[in-house]
């Protein structure tokens, strides 16, 4: 997670950020609520970019067994400590620490696992995303899902900053465009352009975004629908959810 564009906050200090924002707030709360709700009792979930495990102990909590994987090390070292019953326990696991690339994490670290998730946009700092999911398409079981938290290269707050306007070229004729940020470059994309570089192996199910009122914490909305789009303007991420690809799909 970034204060700005060039500014990293990382481990506690990432908690303290988190907490400052009630949207962030609101958003980690709706996501967990999604995630959940695509997890039948005692699943297995991959929480990529885990960060300082805030995510990992609340799958825990509610009976999953769950595998983290951050690059950072001062988020490796927090979660290591956010989560040490948990790993005592053994619903929790850090894989791959001092690995750059989830590439390089060996192929039977983890079993099959029934959900990927990674919350709060870890793959807008992923240069590679095609090889990413196609390792994804490794990890997961026959039915496994992805539900993942990406900025919306759409969202109204965005619109006082010089480098979204030019962007918007590059989002309108290509679908992404990237900005300079101090951990990696951070890439915007649009969902269907996101889809397509997911590749053969997964199809987008659902946009969603958190919602400001009503039962659920979150809604579904449809990109190309007029109707949706000031819920869409009005949120700063989107959660999109992809399923393994079948012969019926």
């Known amino acids: 997670m ?3 564009l060039n500014t990293l906050v990382t481990g506690r200090e990432y908690i303290r950020a ?10 980690r709360t709706a996501f967990l609520e999604r995630a959940c709700s695509l997890l039948p009792p005692r699943s297995t979930v991959f929480d990529f970019g885990c960060g300082p495990g805030l995510d990992a102990r609340a799958y825990a909590s509610r009976g999953h067994r ?10 490796c070292a927090h979660f290591r400590e956010f989560c040490a019953g948990e790993i005592a326990s053994g619903s929790v696991r850090l894989v791959g620490e001092g690995q750059r690339d989830l590439l390089d994490l060996p192929a039977d670290v983890l079993p099959p696992v029934d959900l990927v998730t990674a919350d709060f946009a870890p793959l807008n ?35 006082r900053y010089g480098w979204w306007w ?18 990696a470059p951070i890439t915007r994309w649009q969902t269907r352009r996101l889809a397509r570089i997911a590749g053969e192996a997964f199809v ?12 659920a914490s979150w ?3 449809n990109p190309s ?18 399923a393994r690809r079948t012969e019926s799909a």
Request: with cysteine; aromatic share 8%.
């Open 2 to 4: 970034t204060r700005s």
């Open 18 to 27: 988190l907490d400052a924002r009630k949207s962030d707030r609101d958003c």
């Open 66 to 75: 769950v595998y983290g994987f951050d690059v950072d090390a001062q988020m």
């Open 125 to 159: 700092l992923v240069e590679n995303l095609p090889q990413l999911f196609a390792r994804f398409e490794q990890l997961l079981a026959p039915r496994g899902q992805v539900l993942a938290g990406i900025l919306n290269p759409l969202h109204s707050g965005d619109l």
């Open 166 to 183: 030019r962007g918007l070229p590059r989002l309108v004729t290509r679908g992404q465009y990237s900005v300079s940020g101090a951990q």
């Open 204 to 215: 987008l199910r659902e946009v969603s975004v958190p919602s400001p009122r009503g039962l």
């Open 219 to 221: 809604r579904r909305v």
């Open 225 to 242: 629908a007029p109707r949706d789009w000031p819920a869409i303007a009005a949120s700063r991420y989107l959660f999109v959810l992809f």
